[in-house]
């Protein structure tokens, strides 16, 4: 029996509630030696609802880095129509994106720019993050 991908299944994470958080949302390039991005376990697809349109903060902070100890968390907020929020930024071990959202179905894609060798930091092979969503 092949030994599973870490990080891979489920495909994609369940989100609560909103105000509430989700942890252990874990991506590695185990299967990427070459860095070259877009590989299995280096993106990480979290599934949620919005019950009402509002105002929402979507945070990630890096809770591990292995083995530099620090994160740089990347994240995309996908409705049905495409990318609705992003956030791509420096700050080490944070990363938030805000902005009205209607009521619906999302996705967010989360990983850590650490993993990839355009990254002039790089040197993680994995990271992960706690997620809340406002």
């Given at each position: 029996?092949?030994?599973?991908?870490?990080?891979?299944?489920?495909?994609?994470?369940?989100?609560?509630?909103?105000?509430?958080?989700?942890?252990?949302?874990?991506?590695n390039n185990?299967?990427?030696?070459?860095?070259?991005?877009?590989?299995?376990?280096?993106?990480?697809?979290?599934?949620?609802?919005?019950?009402?349109?509002?105002?929402?903060t979507?945070?990630v902070?890096?809770?591990?880095?292995t083995?530099?100890?620090?994160?740089?968390?990347?994240?995309?907020?996908?409705?049905?129509?495409?990318a609705?929020?992003?956030?791509?930024?420096?700050?080490?071990?944070?990363?938030?994106?805000?902005?009205?959202?209607?009521?619906g179905?999302?996705?967010?894609?989360?990983?850590d720019?650490?993993l990839?060798?355009?990254?002039?930091?790089?040197?993680?092979?994995?990271?992960c993050?706690?997620?809340?969503?406002q």
């Amino acid at each position: 029996t092949p030994t599973p991908l870490a990080d891979t299944n489920p495909i994609y994470l369940s989100y609560g509630a909103v105000g509430s958080s989700l942890s252990n949302v874990c991506v590695n390039n185990a299967v990427d030696p070459t860095l070259a991005g877009n590989k299995a376990g280096e993106y990480r697809y979290i599934r949620l609802t919005l019950p009402q349109a509002g105002q929402r903060t979507i945070s990630v902070t890096g809770s591990s880095g292995t083995p530099t100890g620090q994160t740089d968390p990347d994240l995309v907020l996908y409705s049905a129509a495409g990318a609705v929020l992003r956030a791509n930024g420096t700050t080490l071990n944070s990363e938030a994106a805000s902005g009205v959202l209607p009521a619906g179905d999302y996705v967010l894609v989360v990983t850590d720019f650490k993993l990839s060798k355009s990254s002039s930091a790089a040197g993680n092979t994995a990271a992960c993050f706690t997620v809340t969503i406002q």
